[in-house]
């Protein structure tokens, strides 16, 4: 009976108590949700700077949520399930807005809709990714990529032609322009929900003699993101760009050799 008291109790307790690593993730990912709302205001207040910065910010809370999550081993649904509506707000629904304010206000009738074609994008790519954790068929090297654009890289590049601009004001005639901005959104719309295989660092291994030549690259990155870092985000946004193709080619590479591994296992067999 004693037992069955303290069983009780002890079930209560749980009810009532949260441990502190439960709530941390949760707080990042709040953060996230809370900076991207905030670049809504800014939005419309043309305030565009904050406006970027905020989406950002967003970004930068993103990314570390997930990580304490796996240090501290506090990972949940409702955690990963918060995640997602932080990222449409923050990535879908924050760039999508700055950049109708900015550019596509004025496009009589179709400004909106490109806006909405990207938001809708950022939302079904969400979805598939929520769907894809819980696949356990997926073959292994898909662990090195993401299946389409990921939600903060999809807004960066929303923003690319912003971040060049706060640099270069006289390329807005281009940059500013209703047609370069609505192609832009349909473009990475359409990279969000294509099944393309873009490079995820989450797994990547570096080989022990590239250690100084990348800490000398992040020395550089982090001295240009202080000088000019407008620009230094617009540019790393066209490598990123640029490195889809690559991407494609290293994935063939890749689901090759597994393919042959798995055909030399079959025959060992």
């Known amino acids: 009976m004693k037992n069955l ?19 941390a993730p949760n707080m990042l990912t709040m953060m996230a949700l809370c900076s991207g709302v905030t670049s809504i205001r800014y939005s419309i207040a043309e305030d565009w700077t904050k406006a970027v910065i905020c989406i950002f910010l967003a970004a930068f809370f993103d990314g570390l949520d997930g990580r304490v999550a796996r240090f501290l081993k506090a990972s949940s649904k409702f955690g990963a399930e918060l995640d997602s509506l932080s990222d449409f707000v923050s990535f879908g629904v924050a760039p999508a807005i700055l950049i109708y304010q900015w550019s ?30 819980d696949d356990s068929s997926v073959p292994e090297y898909w662990s090195h990529y993401f299946t389409g654009v990921p939600a903060p890289a999809a807004a960066a590049l929303a ?5 060049i601009w ?24 359409l990279l969000m929900v294509s099944r393309i295989p873009t490079v995820s660092v989450k797994k990547t291994k570096v080989h022990t003699s590239m250690f100084v030549p990348l800490m000398l690259a992040v020395v550089l990155f982090i001295n240009f993101i202080l000088v000019q870092p407008w620009l230094t985000l617009g540019i790393m946004c066209g490598l990123y760009l640029c490195s889809i193709p690559l991407s494609i080619i290293s994935f063939m590479k890749a689901k090759k050799r597994f393919e042959i591994s798995q055909k030399d296992y079959i025959k060992k067999a």
């Open 166 to 189: 706060f640099d270069f004001p006289q390329t807005e005639c281009f940059l500013r322009s209703n047609a370069f901005c609505a192609i832009l959104m349909v473009i990475v719309a």
């Open 5 to 23: 008291n303290d069983k009780i109790l002890l079930s209560k307790q749980k009810l009532t108590e949260i441990p502190f690593r439960k709530l």
């Open 159 to 163: 923003l690319m032609p912003v971040l």
């Open 104 to 133: 596509l206000f004025d496009l009589p009738k179709f400004g909106w809709l490109f806006c909405l074609i990207f938001a809708m994008g950022m939302s079904m790519r969400l979805a598939r990714f929520n769907t894809m954790l």
